[in-house]
């Protein structure tokens, strides 16, 4: 179950994605060009998703992907491109919309189903691996681990994430940050730290299956954020809990 404060914030991300911010992001997410600020954020983007796709598998065909808040797509393609056949879902009409619009011709096996709606939703099903490339950055770092939790006990693979460090120099930037032009801010996001990540994923018993196997951080100007796998190192119970099939391992 999501929290009072997940969905409050789901709520004021759906009118930042869908409304206030629709024509930056969508050009942000395009070849267009852009201020040298987003400049930065935009090489910075493509860093991350290189790194996020680097750890999946070069063959996707048959698995089953998550892009969970998917945005305009970008990932959802290259994921298709490998065979995958991925579930691409984000709050935003609009930028769902414009996925589609954008969509490129998919050669071979891989396709993506576009879905408007929460990330969280059950309906969705299970996946081999799912990806959430910059779509948690902006909750608590209690209902990120809360959210983890939810997707990992659907997921047979790995969960792929991001999160934005909290260092004095994220500090400094978002403060910083409040001298830009409306247009170049985005919404606010919520640093947390690599220690109280750990403790909270380490409370999620849902999590207990996965290893944090992986972390790698992408600098690039006024983009700064935090790659991580937690991989899945104990095959799910057979009624789906998504809990360890151990007996024993907790009481
Ligand atoms: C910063 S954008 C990143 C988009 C995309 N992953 C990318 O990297 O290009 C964050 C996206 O997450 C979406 N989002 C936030 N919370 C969500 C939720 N609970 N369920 C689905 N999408 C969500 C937003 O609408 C937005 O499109």
């Given at each position: ?62 698995l ?78 209690a ?28 500090t ?10 409306r ?39 006024f ?29």
């Amino acid at each position: 179950m999501a929290s009072a404060s997940y969905d409050a914030r789901r709520g004021e991300l759906t009118t930042y994605f869908d409304r206030t911010a629709v024509e930056a992001w969508s050009r942000l997410t395009s070849d267009a060009p852009v201020s040298r600020i987003r400049a930065t954020v935009r090489a910075g983007r493509d860093a991350m998703r290189a790194t996020l796709l680097s750890w999946l598998p070069a063959d996707m065909t048959g698995l089953r992907l998550l892009d969970a808040g998917c945005g305009t797509g970008a990932l959802s393609v290259e994921a298709a491109r490998r065979g995958a056949e991925v579930v691409a879902i984000d709050v935003s009409p609009t930028l769902i919309g414009l996925a589609q619009e954008r969509l490129p011709a998919i050669a071979g096996a891989g396709r993506i189903d576009f879905r408007v709606g929460d990330m969280l939703d059950p309906g969705l099903g299970r996946f081999d691996h799912v990806v959430a490339m910059d779509s948690l950055i902006h909750y608590r770092a209690a209902d990120i681990a809360r959210a983890l939790a939810v997707l990992g006990a659907r997921t047979d693979g790995s969960v792929l994430f991001t999160v934005a460090p909290r260092t004095a120099l994220l500090t400094v930037m978002h403060a910083v940050g409040k001298f830009f032009p409306r247009g170049d801010r985005s919404p606010a996001i919520v640093p947390v730290t690599e220690g109280g990540l750990r403790r909270r994923i380490a409370s999620e018993k849902a999590l207990d299956p996965f290893a944090w196997t992986q972390s790698h951080r992408i600098n690039s100007g006024f983009y700064l954020s935090n790659a991580v796998a937690l991989t899945r190192t104990l095959p799910p119970p057979a009624d789906g809990t998504g809990s360890p099939a151990v007996p024993g391992v907790r009481p």
